[in-house]
């Protein structure tokens, strides 16, 4: 047995068999009648049904009601002006910039965009548009309008944007980049002009339109965005032999409309673990925090970044893993496709998923997105989906890409009710997580492998140094992270030594925290700039982006102005880079510099 392919199989047994979908169903049918919107009377009485559950069980728990910065789209409106003006449906985004409500008119222009084509697109970087003069315009394009492309049109000029959505339904969305709510480094990143959606149809008619002479068209919106307090759910299940030692499992309670498979089922996932793992807490030697967001879909997850930073220092020290749980059990999700987890997690994900499905699994770096609050902290990660549509299905339904509900296109729309969640996926999808957690719960040594995680990090650093040729060595990290990863070599084979010893023998606690320390330097360079204590924005944020200059290194002429400049930032983040990843392997070795 290798240290990620730990498990106890007579504790799995007893433990993961006494999940049943009673529980999770009966959460679902309450759910599928609330709207459960950050801080609304609907999502506190999402919040009461939890915790009424969580006492009748004898489970401790906390509800917090941090104030936070929240953003409900409102009612938006948008017609064509003239004689044979009409109007159409469309809908504005949290975090839009309102007109409250009085109409705007102005001259219609458009620009050609693209729909995403997966997931990683849907979140990732502004495309900034640079081709034509804007100013004045109402800019229709493709697109969901959501994440970074609200800022797309930043300097432009134009007055607001209406993002054409793929399909018959609108979605819904959020448009800042500012991991939950702002601090001074994160203020502004916020779109500066009113974004609208409209469906497809109804878009296609208004381009049409534009093909025969100019169109006016006037718009409004509204968009209630304020301080408010939102509840953050927190239940506690100690560990009965290293009780400092813990895992955060979370998933988000508020929702777009009834939001049944984004994320009833999560919240559901979540009860029916907190329910068993309570009746075995004698079985669990760390300890199990289970924590149920407000304020993902309408504060860009400020409830779990508010738990980051109120928690910080506990979670630094002490967190062994974050499990994210968002839309589990979805309809027709049927395959493992695309999850997500650090590196060092990867092999202890895929063989629980294996030894629950019986399915392989193929999976990646989590995106910068779904309340993975927790990664400038530097901590290891597995899972946020988990079941997914297979591509032939999705293709075959003439779906587009969305960004969760297991691809189901009813995602962030009004249609996400009860029919999208399935009974014997869910139930298999809350025995993964359940394993999963149970390994990482109970193994002596935590079977996350940061050798995985220095290797990809030097594969990423080989990718940057490809790119720029000659231009910059990377050879110092590259060295470092090798010497880093034999240093880590020694500590798995002394910690192999130990097996047959308890959790909390000392020279085991001392190796799990040295992983711990281990995942505080790779995570944290491996995922974040802005800093340990600080948010990166809510945007595709590439490898190791301190070294990430290199992509726009690889485009600039040797000798140049911008080739000084990024030369000159590229040594200084190598120097960062270097110096962590000495540091790291100098306390594995036992030294102080
Ligand atoms: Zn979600």
Redesign the pocket.
């Known amino acids: 047995m290798t240290i990620s392919s730990w498990k106890d199989e007579a504790t799995e047994k007893s433990i993961v068999g006494a999940i049943t979908i009673d529980e999770p169903w009966r959460l679902i049918e309450k759910f599928s009648t609330l709207t459960r919107l950050s801080g609304s009377a609907d999502e506190a009485e999402a919040v009461k049904y939890i915790t009424d559950k969580l006492s009748t069980w004898g489970v401790p728990h906390t509800v917090h009601h941090p104030t936070c910065l929240i953003s409900l789209p409102g009612p938006s409106t948008l017609r064509t002006v003239g004689e044979n003006g009409r109007s159409f449906t469309v809908k504005t985004s949290s975090f839009s910039p309102s007109t409250d409500g009085k109409e705007v008119e102005a001259e219609l222009a458009y620009v050609p965009g693209a729909q995403a084509a997966d997931i990683g697109d849907l979140l990732g970087a502004s495309r900034p548009i640079e081709s034509r003069d804007l100013a004045g315009k109402v800019v229709i394009t493709e697109g969901l309008g959501i994440a970074a492309r609200g800022m797309d049109f930043a300097g432009s000029g134009a007055v607001a944007a209406i993002f054409i959505n793929p399909g018959e339904r609108i979605h819904e969305g959020i448009t800042t980049t500012s991991w939950g709510s702002p601090d001074l480094t994160s203020l502004g990143r916020v779109p500066e002009i009113p974004i609208l959606a409209i469906n497809k149809p109804e878009g296609e008619e208004l381009k049409k339109l534009l093909q025969s002479g100019p169109v006016k068209v006037a718009f409004s919106n509204q968009v209630d965005t304020g301080w408010r307090e939102i509840p953050v759910t927190v239940a506690e299940i100690k560990g009965s032999v290293v009780p400092d030692e813990f895992i955060l499992l979370h998933g ?1 309670l508020d929702s777009w409309h009834v ?1 049944i498979s ?2 009833a089922v ?1 919240d559901a996932t979540l009860l029916e673990i907190a329910r068993v793992f309570w009746a075995n807490r004698d079985k669990l030697a760390r300890t199990l925090r289970i924590a149920w967001w407000s304020g ?2 309408h504060g860009r997850y400020a409830g779990s970044t508010w738990y980051a930073q109120t928690f910080a220092l506990d979670l630094a020290a002490n967190c062994v893993a974050h499990v994210n749980c ?2 589990p059990g979805c309809r027709f999700a049927t395959e493992f496709r695309d999850v997500a987890w650090t590196a060092e997690a990867a092999s202890l994900a895929q063989l629980a998923i294996k030894d629950v499905s019986g399915q392989d699994s193929s999976g990646d770096r989590p995106l910068r997105a ?1 309340d993975c609050s927790f990664g400038n902290l530097g901590i290891s990660s597995y899972f946020m989906g988990l079941s997914e549509m297979p591509k032939e299905v999705a293709r075959a339904k003439g779906y587009h890409s969305v960004g ?1 509900s297991g691809g189901n296109i009813e995602w962030h729309t009004e249609a996400d009710t009860i029919e999208l969640a399935d009974k014997d996926i869910l139930l298999q999808d809350i025995k993964i997580y359940a394993t999963a957690l149970l390994r990482g719960l109970n193994a002596p040594i935590v079977p996350l492998d940061y050798r995985d995680a220095v290797r990809e990090m030097i594969a990423h650093i080989h990718g940057y140094q490809e790119k720029v040729g000659g231009k910059f060595d990377f050879a110092p990290s590259l060295n470092a992270a090798d010497q880093l990863n034999e240093a880590i070599d020694r500590l798995y084979a002394y910690a192999e030594s130990l097996s047959g010893k308890t959790q909390n023998d000392p020279a085991v606690q001392r190796v799990n925290a040295l992983q711990r320390m281990l995942a505080r330097t790779l995570v944290t360079l491996s995922y974040s700039q802005d800093g340990r204590f600080r948010q990166d924005p809510a945007r595709g944020i590439p490898p190791v982006p301190e070294l990430s200059p290199a992509n726009e290194m690889a485009n600039v002429e040797e000798g140049s102005d911008q080739f000084y400049v990024l030369r000159n930032d590229l040594t200084r983040a190598q120097n960062d880079v270097v110096w962590k990843l000495t540091q790291a392997k100098n306390q594995l070795e036992g030294k102080v510099l």
Request: net charge negative; proline share 0%.
């Open positions: 988000h939001g984004d994320n999560g993902h879909s968002d839309s779904g969760g």
